[in-house]
């Protein structure tokens, strides 16, 4: 069973646009990681996002935790092609440390 | 900073065949997490150890197993290998007192043919 609903699950923008994936389930997540990954190398992890609404920035990306901490979002302001990539949200789940994976937003920027 | 090392990167082998992937996690994290990628998947969780000691089992096959030694790195087993099993194999390692934050290596291809 997919705890955790990745949206969208392929998405394909021109250079400058802005974007939003969502990461969604209906299960309490005590933190939750995003985390970027290009072909053939390790997910990297970008942020953890800990307490309910908050907000996280990273240059031209912002994440956010939603208040009841079931949800999250990864919004990227103009976007560059070196953005391409797999983003993989990933939430955890009690105090087991065990990640509850998204199946990923494939990102392509074309230039 | 010293990241997780693995080893083989890229590993080729015939169908029924043995595999063993090495792990060495970041100096001081006290857990290691083996994940299986395949092809335009999300990373499926196949075993952790925390000091050595098995914490928690995924979906891993009983045909692997894997271990933690004294100097926690950590090599995980693949026996009568199938064509299935071709896949990106990931090691992760997370500090103890974390929220979880893995810090992955960059991975063994594993090719079965």
């Known amino acids: 069973t997919q705890l955790l609903e990745q949206s969208p699950q392929f998405l394909s923008i021109q250079e400058g646009e802005n974007l939003t994936v969502y990461c969604n389930s209906s299960?309490?997540?005590?933190?939750l990681q995003w985390y970027r990954q290009e072909p053939g190398e390790g997910p990297v992890l970008l942020v953890t996002?800990?307490?309910g609404g908050e907000v996280k920035k990273l240059k031209r990306l912002t994440f956010q935790f939603g208040d009841a901490r079931k949800d999250s979002s990864l919004h990227i302001t103009a976007a560059q092609t070196g953005d391409t990539g797999l983003y993989l949200c990933?939430?955890?789940?009690?105090?087991?440390?065990?990640?509850?994976w998204g199946l990923g937003t494939s990102l392509a920027v074309n230039p | 900073a010293a990241g997780v090392i693995q080893s083989p990167r890229h590993l080729i082998k015939e169908k029924r065949e043995t595999a063993t992937l090495k792990c060495y996690p970041i100096?001081?994290?006290?857990?290691v997490y083996w994940y299986q990628q395949g092809p335009g998947q999300d990373p499926q969780f196949l075993i952790s150890?925390?000091?050595?000691?098995?914490?928690d089992k995924g979906s891993i096959p009983d045909r692997f197993s894997a271990q933690q030694f004294s100097d926690y790195h950590s090599e995980l087993n693949m026996s009568s290998l199938e064509l299935g099993d071709s896949a990106l194999y990931f090691c992760?390692?997370?500090?103890?007192?974390?929220?979880?934050?893995?810090?992955f290596g960059e991975g063994s291809r594993l090719t079965v043919l």
């Open positions: 992760a390692s997370s500090p103890d007192g974390s929220t979880g934050e893995l810090f």
């Open positions: 100096p001081r994290h006290d857990t």
């Open positions: 150890f925390y000091e050595k000691m098995q914490s």
């Open positions: 299960s309490v997540f005590s933190s």
């Open positions: 996002v800990v307490t």
């Open positions: 990933a939430g955890v789940v009690g105090n087991n440390r065990k990640l509850i």
